[in-house]
């Protein structure tokens, strides 16, 4: 039983760490593409000299260069921007799922030493020793919604940064 838990556990860290990754790349891409796209000034050629050498050095990801929206914080209820905060939305979502994972690998890592200082404890006073089996099958394993630290992972820091942005505006 608890090994089907670790393997769910270690398939939802590999999946939140590799759709993390794309939606990151995804982001910076989008990012760069922003900033090579629109008026900057001065500094205008050396910084799209920049990020034309980024753009060649990674053709490889020329698939994703190409899916990569354009977002414009100008109407930021345009196609590019839409496509940017969804992009950004699932990539939360991935983090979470990969926070799932890591909190249900700790929690079977405490359920298994338990389980060994139960064993240990059985033989040491000589009563007739549950097998591992045994002491696995009596085990409820709370259940775990990866939504559960929405909050505490990403609202409250959000939260957070927006009243120490409203403080120094107004301070």
Not at 17 to 38: A, D, E
Not at 72 to 91: A, E, H, R, T, Y
Not at 120 to 132: C, D, F, K, V, W
Request: aromatic fraction near 12%; hydrophobic fraction near 50%.
């Amino acid at each position: 039983m608890l090994f089907k838990e670790k393997k769910k556990a270690w398939w939802k860290i590999i999946v939140g760490y590799l759709g993390g990754i794309i939606c990151l790349i995804l982001l910076i891409m989008s990012y760069l593409k922003m900033i090579y796209f629109s008026p900057i000034g001065f500094l205008s050629h050396p910084i799209k000299e920049l990020i034309n050498i980024v753009y060649n050095k990674t053709l490889f990801l020329d698939f994703l260069w190409q899916y990569a929206p354009i977002p414009n914080m100008d109407d930021l209820l345009s196609k590019g921007s839409i496509l940017f905060f969804v992009i950004c939305v699932i990539f939360v979502i991935f983090m979470m799922l990969m926070n799932s994972g890591k909190l249900k690998l700790r929690i079977l890592k405490k359920i298994e030493q338990n389980i060994q200082e139960q064993s240990l404890e059985e033989s040491i006073r000589g009563n007739l020793a549950n097998s591992r089996e045994d002491i696995e099958r009596g085990i409820q394993l709370p259940e775990q919604n990866f939504l559960s630290s929405f909050h505490a992972l990403y609202i409250a820091p959000l939260i957070v940064g927006i009243i120490l942005t409203l403080l120094e505006k107004f301070l």
